[in-house]
């Protein structure tokens, strides 16, 4: 996870590039990005690829064919998104502002444990943009949180995960300014609790997760049967998308594509069906966007399927013989 610095400063956008035969590859990931609504150039764009595949590959040494494989796993929509951030785009921030406050208030209340509109979880998420927007601009874009973000995960899953790391070094810090003030010798040591305290479980979280699992077995059983075969080729049999292509008939690439499509739809039905109202519940209001970022957080802690697998675009397992890793 790199949600925080390393010992060297990252690579510049600009400065990053692509080995000449990945060019094409590269484009064809801008424009499935579109990254262009933001006005991201093309070589900003593929700068990032470049450190993306540097961080997994550990250097420039990579083939076209690996370059291949791994781009068809990355998030390239979030991707382009954070580059644009990075780069001080208006439009971009506006978008990431409208698509991701409401959830990083609701992943913050989940971590804290209390309330979304508690004032706490606000202030825990907010402080979080300024790191985000650092010196963004074109003079100093690489000075941005968002260059530790390579697209390997989604990124809510980036997001969630160093709002989850900011916790836990204030807990230690926390506990490395309690040490500090040891009572004086011959004095009774008091174990010192964190700062900040676990407050009692959310009482709606049984009717969280009631809800969330009803419309997803709804949305599920909405797919139609080559939609639903994919699905359980991939995560109830555990199927590479080479063995998915050759059972069903389809390339790799589009095996690939068709599951980001079928989770995208799958994820839409699923909030459509929260935001609406409960009509075996005499007509209970429809989730808001944080009860929905807790309907999903619940669910991923209880259920037995990877939730977060299922729900984040282009997160897909490699082919046999691959290293599976998935990271930001």
Same mark, same amino acid.
């Given at each position: 996870?790199?949600?925080?610095?390393?010992?060297?400063?990252?690579?510049?956008?600009?400065?990053?590039?692509?080995?000449?035969?990945?060019?094409?590859?590269?484009?064809?990931?801008?424009? +499935?990005?579109?990254?262009?609504? %933001?006005?991201?150039? &093309?070589?900003? @764009?593929? *700068?990032? /690829?470049?450190?993306? =595949? $540097?961080?997994?590959?550990?250097?420039?040494?990579?083939?076209?064919?690996?370059?291949?494989?791994?781009?068809?796993?990355?998030?390239?929509?979030?991707?382009?998104?954070?580059?644009?951030?990075? +780069?001080?785009?208006?439009?971009? %921030?506006?978008?990431? &502002?409208?698509? @991701?406050? *409401?959830? /990083?208030?609701?992943? =913050? $209340?989940?971590?804290?444990?209390?309330?979304?509109?508690?004032?706490?979880?606000?202030?825990?998420?907010?402080?979080?943009?300024?790191?985000?927007?650092?010196?963004?601009?074109?003079?100093?874009?690489?000075?941005?949180?968002?260059?530790?973000?390579?697209?390997?995960?989604?990124?809510?899953?980036? /997001?969630?995960?160093?709002? $989850?790391?900011?916790?836990?070094?204030?807990?230690?810090?926390?506990?490395?300014?309690?040490?500090?003030?040891?009572?004086?010798?011959?004095?009774?040591?008091?174990?010192?609790?964190?700062?900040?305290?676990?407050?009692?479980?959310?009482?709606?979280?049984?009717?969280?997760?009631?809800?969330?699992?009803?419309?997803?077995?709804? $949305?599920?059983?909405?797919?139609?049967?080559?939609?639903?075969?994919?699905?359980?080729?991939?995560?109830?049999?555990?199927?590479?998308?080479?063995?998915?292509?050759?059972?069903?008939?389809?390339?790799?690439?589009?095996?690939?594509?068709?599951?980001?499509?079928?989770?995208?739809?799958?994820?839409?039905?699923?909030?459509?069906?929260?935001?609406?109202?409960?009509?075996?519940?005499?007509?209970?209001?429809?989730?808001?966007?944080?009860?929905?970022?807790?309907?999903?957080?619940?669910?991923?802690?209880?259920?037995?399927?990877?939730?977060?697998?299922?729900?984040?675009?282009?997160?897909?397992?490699?082919?046999?013989?691959?290293?599976?890793?998935?990271?930001?």
């Amino acid at each position: 996870m790199d949600s925080r610095p390393e010992n060297s400063p990252a690579q510049p956008l600009r400065e990053a590039k692509l080995p000449e035969p990945c060019l094409d590859l590269a484009r064809r990931c801008f424009a +499935e990005a579109e990254a262009e609504r %933001w006005q991201l150039s &093309f070589q900003v @764009f593929q *700068g990032a /690829l470049a450190r993306s =595949a $540097a961080k997994r590959f550990g250097g420039s040494s990579f083939t076209a064919a690996q370059f291949e494989d791994y781009a068809l796993g990355l998030h390239l929509h979030d991707l382009a998104l954070a580059c644009a951030c990075s +780069e001080g785009s208006e439009s971009a %921030w506006e978008e990431f &502002f409208s698509q @991701f406050r *409401g959830y /990083l208030r609701a992943a =913050a $209340a989940a971590i804290l444990r209390c309330a979304p509109s508690d004032s706490t979880a606000i202030e825990f998420a907010d402080s979080l943009f300024a790191d985000l927007y650092g010196l963004a601009g074109r003079d100093a874009p690489s000075r941005s949180l968002f260059r530790y973000f390579h697209g390997r995960s989604s990124l809510k899953t980036w /997001l969630r995960a160093v709002l $989850a790391q900011r916790h836990v070094d204030r807990i230690r810090a926390a506990r490395k300014f309690d040490s500090l003030d040891e009572p004086p010798d011959g004095e009774a040591r008091r174990v010192r609790e964190p700062a900040t305290q676990q407050p009692p479980p959310d009482p709606r979280r049984g009717l969280y997760l009631e809800r969330f699992e009803k419309a997803l077995a709804d $949305a599920l059983a909405s797919l139609d049967e080559r939609d639903r075969s994919r699905l359980q080729l991939y995560y109830g049999e555990n199927r590479t998308l080479a063995e998915i292509g050759r059972l069903i008939g389809e390339h790799e690439s589009s095996v690939s594509r068709n599951l980001e499509r079928v989770r995208r739809e799958l994820r839409a039905t699923v909030e459509e069906l929260l935001r609406a109202k409960a009509a075996d519940r005499n007509g209970e209001a429809g989730f808001d966007d944080a009860q929905i970022a807790l309907a999903v957080q619940y669910a991923a802690e209880d259920a037995a399927i990877d939730l977060e697998k299922l729900f984040n675009p282009s997160k897909l397992e490699k082919p046999a013989g691959r290293n599976p890793e998935v990271k930001p």
